[in-house]
T-cell receptor, first 113, second 113 residues
Framework: KQEVTQIPAALSVPEGENLVLNCSFTDSAIYNLQWFRQDPGKGLTSLLLIQSSQREQTSGRLNASLDKSSGRSTLYIAASQPGDSATYLCAVRPGMGRRALTFGSGTRLQVQP | DVKVTQSSRYLVKRTGEKVFLECVQDMDHENMFWYRQDPGLGLRLIYFSYDVKMKEKGDIPEGYSVSREKKERFSLILESASTNQTSMYLC????????????FGPGTRLLVL
């Protein structure tokens, strides 16, 4: 059974710092991996989606990498801002046969002004 | 923009009550999902539906049922609410395209007393 782990569970950084969030998964036979953002009491917003054949995706200050063979992904946030404060969730789609996602429990990020 | 709406943001129910959570999407998506989110456990899949009247159990279906009579609407039913069903419930939808992400509603926070 696929398991997704995110480390650290919480992170507090000063504004302007570059940071890395980590995600690992136990079964490398994935179809894609996604990073989501969740603000307190709200739903999830998709940030980046990486197909299994890709190594990375970029959107603005965000860069996500995928190393499928080692079961790892990182989300890099450049020049962090207080508005980046949220919980970041990693999720994998295990394969074509399963359409639902398997989620990690998230990293709660606080960026101090 | 894709819009996924959930009928209630907050609900308070008594043990033993029958509870209906409604989800509507406006993008003609084939797939719809119900997850619950609990601290430290991440999102866990309860049920999903890949077409009208079609459904599949997720990882934690016990105590829940679902209904999809129309393509845009997916209902989650708690037949007899229990305190351990107190949680945040998130609905999501996606197209059949394998490269597309899931779009989430704002969530319903359910408290069962």
């Amino acid at each position: 059974k696929q398991e997704v782990t995110q480390i650290p569970a919480a992170l507090s950084v000063p504004e302007g710092e570059n940071l890395v969030l980590n995600c690992s998964f136990t079964d490398s036979a994935i179809y894609n991996l996604q990073w989501f953002r969740q603000d307190p009491g709200k739903g999830l917003t998709s940030l980046l989606l990486i197909q299994s054949s890709q190594r990375e995706q970029t959107s603005g200050r965000l860069n996500a990498s995928l190393d499928k063979s080692s079961g790892r992904s990182t989300l890099y946030i450049a020049a962090s801002q207080p508005g980046d404060s949220a919980t970041y969730l990693c999720a994998v789609r295990p394969g074509m046969g399963r359409r639902a996602l398997t989620f990690g429990s998230g990293t709660r990020l606080q960026v101090q002004p | 923009d894709v819009k996924v709406t959930q009928s209630s943001r907050y609900l308070v129910k008594r043990t033993g009550e029958k509870v209906f959570l409604e989800c509507v999407q406006d993008m003609d998506h084939e797939n719809m999902f119900w997850y619950r989110q609990d601290p430290g456990l991440g999102l866990r899949l309860i049920y999903f539906s890949y077409d009208v009247k079609m459904k599949e159990k997720g990882d934690i279906p016990e105590g829940y049922s679902v209904s999809r009579e129309k393509k845009e609407r997916f209902s989650l039913i708690l037949e007899s609410a229990s305190t351990n069903q107190t949680s945040m419930y998130l609905c999501a939808s996606s197209s059949g395209h394998p490269q597309e992400t899931q779009y989430f509603g704002p969530g319903t926070r359910l408290l069962v007393l």
